[in-house]
Every structure is written in structure tokens, then in C-alpha cells.
């Protein structure tokens, strides 16, 4: 593929990306924060109990083969329908072994309410891997323009439907209303604007083809996923359903402003770069151009949220929601070098590194896990602390592989990242002053928000830093093209 090409698709793909994810996530953030109002912390904290079980469950279903089928460049029709078949018999098994469990996921928490939640909101499960292939197929050819009209319509008449069930009083399965209407939704409108559908055909072929490269990440995974959920369960059973409730909130706000844009340029390159993962001297090239991007977007959202988290969560939660003020501004120091961690790991993936990822997963979570069981002991604030931790030490740890592949080490990207990076912790603490000098909350959020891109960017510009430049560069061929 040629460099213009590339390029044209990765503009595309990201402007679209961009709109799918942020269109999408507006709509949920709103019907979110409507429920929020409607709901209590620990209607929230009930299902946050069961996230670990339902995220280890679809990393199972999907078995490193979604991945597998982008990386590869020799794919087949059989290969997207036996991974069909596959993602649909293990969520079956899943299901089942998830609905005897109840009892005993209940007893755990002490909370008998979860046997009948647990066999109902487990059914998305089955429900979801009817439309995994679909997905993939759409990430692999870059649309993410029917990717954003399935997932806004998905988005919006779920989130209505949830809201009309909270309104009834039924507390928690409003919330499992919501979740049942987006897995059915999501089926109806991927097979109506994809429109493609499973041969009946099953190859072993495929399976071993796949099974190599995905059986790893599966393990990597797992691991991965069991690190990330496991809060949920130490939270919820040595805290209170409540603090749940507030812990995954305040999560929920630290993802939304750099996890969204993180994934979305993530998920972007990765079938792009696939395309030259033989090409080490353009795959580098491009891989900084797009790290350098990443971080220049996500580290200002991320530090502006910082400064302004007190009047965010009170304008937009209410009073009740106060406990995951101090809880999002530690996140956001976790939450900070997800961008860096996932970039690194997407170089790995592009270059069909699974073994060096399962190998790094079992380094990280092992380190993890035990500061997760030396932070138990405290309280929930010291929990969060010990996660920002972990996110340092996890993003040194990736950038030694990157290095080995393409000499692209920590020092290097430090080097690179390093003036927005510190120009971003300087707007974080402007933001801090503004919202602690002036007492109306609105007013607060407005100039602390203001005030911070005013600066921030005015000094990229004023200083010229590269990301900058790139991105203007990308939106006016965008407007050329039009």
C-alpha cells in the first residue's frame, strides 16, 4: 500500500473513529449521568461486582481471535465464520457455568440480590458474540463510519429504555434493562448495516491458524483482565457496596477523557501499521508521529479533569456522588500513561509479538497483584494511589520490548513527550487553583476549563510543538479532499 493511501485511510479512519466514539460517548455520558441521579451508588456498586466475572467471560468468548483475524493479511471467509462459531459455543458454555455460579457469587458478596441479576445480565453474553465477526470485519477495513451510526443508535435507545425503568423505581435492573436493550440493539442494527453472515463452515484449518497467535493473547488477556477487575471484587468485598458505587464512577470519569481518544487512535493504527509491519524504518516513523499525537491530545484531558474534578462531579452527580472527587483526581495520574502503555503494546501487536505480551503481562500483574495486596490493609484512597503507582512502573516495563524491536526506548519517548507532559501537569494545577479560589461550581468549571486550553495551547503554538502541527496538517487535507 502506498504512503498516500496509508495516510488517507488513517485520516478518514480517525476522523470517523473520532465521531463514532465521542458521539457514542456523549449520548451514554448524558443517559449515564441521568441514571446517576436517579439511581444510588449502590445500585452501581451491585454491578460492578459482576464486572470482573462478565469482562474475564468476553475475553474468553473472543479467545485473542479478533485480533488474530487483523493482524493476519491471509485471512479467509472461513476464518471470520469459524471464529463465529467459535465466540458463539464458548458463550453458551460461559452462560451456563455463569448461571450455576449465582449462588455462589451471591454468598461471596453477601448480597442474595445478585443470584437473579447474575443470571440475567449474563445473557448479553451469548447475545454479544453474535456480532464480534462483524466488528472486526469494520476495524479491518477502517469503517468507522457505520461503526458510529450502529453505535449511536445503539447508544441512544438503550440508554432511553434504561432511564424509563429507572423512572419505574426498580433500582438496579434499570441498569440491566439498559445493558439487555444495547447487546439486542447491537445485533439487529450490525447485521442490518454489515450484512454479512456465518457459511456453514467449520475449519480446523482456521482454528489452528488463529489458535496460534490468539492463544497467547488470551492468556495475556485473562491476566490482564483479572489485574484490572479485581478492584471491583477487593473493593466490594472489604468496602461497601457504595464505595463501589463511587470507586467505579470516579473510574468511569478517568477513562472517558483519555481512554476514549487512547483507543480510538488505537484502534485506528493497528490494522494500518499491520498493513508495513514489514517495513521496520516507515512502521517507526509513523508509529512516533502517532504516539507524539496521542499524548499531546490525551495529557491536557487528562490534567484539565484533575483541576476540575470537584465542581464536574458536583454539577454533574450531585452532592451524594462527593466521594469520588479525591478518587478521579488520583485515577487521573493512573489514567495519565494509558495512552503510552496501549501505544506501546500496539507496536507489539503489530509485529505479531502475542509471546512478548503474555510475557510482559505476567511480569506487570505480578508486581501489581502484590501492590494490590499491600494497599488492601489501607483505605480506598491509598487502593487508587497503589494503581498509579503500578501505571509508572507497567509503562517503563512495555518500552524495553519497543526498544528491542525498533530501538525505540523509555529515555526516547520520555525525550519526545516531555514538553506537553510537563505543560499539562501546569495547566492540572491552575486548574486546581481556580476551582478552590471561586466558590460557585459553575463559574469554576468554566473558567478553570477555559483558562487551561487558552494556555495550553496558546503555548504549543507559541512554542511550536510538533503534534501540533500534525494535527492542523490532518484536518486541512480533510478539508482539501472535501
Not at 504512503?3 to 456523549?26: C, M, P, Y
Not at 483519555?258 to 501499521?273: A, E
Amino acid at each position: 500500500m502506498n504512503f498516500d493511501n496509508l495516510k488517507s485511510q488513517a485520516i478518514h479512519g480517525t476522523i470517523w473513529s473520532f465521531v463514532e466514539r465521542f458521539s457514542t460517548q456523549a449520548v451514554h455520558f448524558a443517559l449515564t449521568i441521568i441514571m446517576a441521579r436517579l439511581l444510588t451508588p449502590n445500585d452501581y456498586g451491585l454491578i460492578g461486582m459482576l464486572a470482573i466475572f462478565i469482562s474475564l467471560s468476553q475475553v474468553f468468548i473472543d479467545g485473542g481471535f479478533s485480533t488474530a483475524l487483523v493482524q493476519r493479511q491471509d485471512r479467509t471467509d472461513e476464518d471470520f465464520s469459524t471464529v463465529f462459531y467459535i465466540n458463539l459455543s464458548v458463550s453458551v458454555v460461559i452462560y451456563l457455568i455463569l448461571f450455576f455460579c449465582a449462588p455462589l457469587i451471591a454468598d461471596f458478596y453477601e448480597q442474595p440480590l445478585l443470584v437473579s441479576i447474575t443470571r440475567v445480565y449474563s445473557i448479553n453474553l451469548i447475545i454479544n458474540s453474535l456480532v464480534a465477526v462483524n466488528k472486526t470485519k469494520l476495524v479491518i477495513k477502517v469503517d468507522f463510519k457505520t461503526q458510529s451510526k450502529i453505535s449511536l443508535l445503539v447508544a441512544i435507545l438503550s440508554g432511553v429504555l434504561g432511564i424509563v425503568a429507572a423512572l419505574n423505581d426498580v433500582g438496579v435492573w434499570a441498569l440491566v434493562v439498559q445493558m439487555l436493550a444495547q447487546a439486542v440493539f447491537n445485533v439487529i442494527f450490525s447485521f442490518w448495516f454489515v450484512k454479512w453472515f456465518p457459511a456453514k463452515v467449520f475449519s480446523k484449518k482456521s482454528f489452528r491458524k488463529l489458535f496460534k497467535f490468539g492463544s497467547k493473547l488470551l492468556v495475556a488477556q485473562i491476566i490482564s483482565n483479572i489485574y484490572s477487575n479485581i478492584y471491583n471484587v477487593v473493593i466490594g468485598k472489604k468496602f461497601t457496596s457504595s464505595d463501589l458505587g463511587f470507586y467505579t464512577r470516579a473510574h468511569q470519569f478517568a477513562l472517558f477523557a483519555g481512554g476514549n481518544i487512547s483507543q480510538i487512535l488505537q484502534r485506528v493504527t493497528f490494522p494500518l501499521l499491520s498493513q508495513i509491519q514489514d517495513n521496520d524504518k516507515r512502521l517507526l516513523d509513523v508509529y512516533k508521529k502517532y504516539l507524539q499525537l496521542v499524548t499531546f491530545i490525551v495529557f491536557p484531558l487528562i490534567m484539565i479533569m484533575f483541576g476540575s474534578a470537584k465542581p464536574l462531579i458536583l454539577i454533574l452527580l450531585g452532592d451524594k456522588w462527593s466521594g469520588c472527587i479525591i478518587l478521579l483526581q488520583i485515577m487521573s495520574f493512573s489514567c495519565l500513561w494509558d495512552c503510552v502503555i496501549l501505544s506501546n503494546l500496539n507496536l507489539l501487536y503489530v509485529k505479531g509479538r502475542s509471546d512478548l505480551i503474555l510475557k510482559l503481562e505476567i511480569i506487570k500483574k505480578s508486581i501489581a497483584f502484590s501492590i494490590l495486596v499491600i494497599s488492601m490493609f489501607f483505605d480506598l484512597i491509598i487502593v487508587c494511589v497503589g494503581q498509579a503507582v503500578y501505571s509508572l512502573i507497567a509503562l517503563y516495563l512495555n518500552t524495553i520490548y519497543t526498544k528491542k524491536i525498533l530501538n525505540y526506548g523509555f529515555i526516547t519517548q520520555m525525550k519526545e513527550i516531555l514538553p506537553w507532559l510537563l505543560l499539562s501537569f501546569v495547566i492540572g494545577g491552575l486548574g486546581v487553583i481556580i476551582c478552590n479560589t471561586i466558590e460557585n461550581e459553575y463559574l469554576a468549571m468554566i473558567f478553570s476549563v477555559t483558562a487551561c486550553l487558552i494556555t495550553y495551547f496558546g503555548v504549543s503554538f507559541l512554542l511550536k510543538f510538533t503534534p501540533l502541527n500534525v494535527a492542523v496538517e490532518l484536518v486541512k487535507e480533510k478539508i482539501k479532499k472535501k
